[in-house]
């Protein structure tokens, strides 16, 4: 996951004003699960949605062109950074999935039947 931008926020931020809803910290948590941040910047970014002029709250394009020329939102946006542990978790049940599944890639299929158990067992055969 790469580092949030302001279209990124911008989008998840217009949709929570739309629905009417009272941003908390639990809707940012929520909104932005592939993400880190700590519960101040949660505040920050919710006081920041107070301020945010009318104009701006009109569709996600305005407002993703005011957070990305407003200094404030962009020192705020810097805080909140990709949450590497997810990625790994993904990355690994991709590669899972498609060794369960018998190939990864383009028709690569695994020919290796031993599975080594590292942790000192006798290694399991595959039929």
Not at 12 to 19: C, F, V
Not at 72 to 78: D, E, P, Y
Not at 82 to 97: H, K, M, R, S
Request: charged share 20%; no cysteine.
């Amino acid at each position: 996951m790469d580092f949030i931008t302001s279209a990124v926020l911008g989008g998840i931020l217009y949709d929570l004003l739309k629905a009417g809803s009272i941003v908390t910290t639990e809707h940012l948590r929520k909104q932005l699960s592939g993400y880190l941040f700590d519960d101040a910047i949660a505040a920050q970014v919710i006081e920041q949605i107070g301020y945010l002029p009318k104009p701006a709250k009109d569709s996600v394009e305005t407002l993703a062109s005011h957070l990305d020329n407003s200094p404030s939102w962009q020192a705020l946006i810097k805080e909140i950074k990709p949450d590497t542990q997810q990625n790994i978790g993904a990355i690994a049940d991709t590669i899972e999935g498609g060794l369960q599944a018998g190939s990864i890639g383009d028709n690569a299929n695994i020919t290796n039947t031993t599975v080594t158990n590292y942790a000192g067992s006798e290694p399991e055969k595959k039929p």
